[in-house]
């Protein structure tokens, strides 16, 4: 448990959630392909909810990683301490990747069929 903690918060510097996600590229991929103006500010709307959840879990991240940093110095309970971390990290990773799916789902909800393919052509996961 300890090594994943570890190797999760510093490794990733604390920061999953700018690793998933190019917040400017998504922009630019609604701005480019949503034609209809209503769809656009919605998606648009999404993008804003994506980058505040994505700013959220970095906070609670850096926040664990100090903790997680300051058991590693306290010897009684560190153990016990550094289990619940893990799992407050395991916990708070899942909620932030379902949160970041459904946001995924939203926003698929403005394109249309269309658009979504032209904006997500050649396989790309992400907006170029």
Known sequence: MLVTIITILFLTG???????????S????????????????AALDVVKEFKARAKAENKK???LKKQ???????????DEQLTYLGE??????????????DLRFKIREQ??????????????????
């Open 14 to 24: 604390g920061a999953s959630a700018g690793l998933l996600y190019d917040f400017g």
């Open 26 to 41: 998504m922009k630019k991929q609604v701005k480019t392909y949503v034609a209809d103006e209503e769809r656009k500010d």
């Open 61 to 63: 991240l850096k926040a």
């Open 68 to 78: 997680v940093e300051g058991s590693l110095n306290e010897s009684p309970a560190a």
């Open 88 to 101: 407050e990290l395991i916990n708070s990773t899942r909620a932030y990747y379902a949160d970041m799916l």
């Open 111 to 128: 394109f249309t069929r269309e658009e979504w393919t032209a904006a997500y052509a050649a396989g790309a996961d992400q907006p170029d």
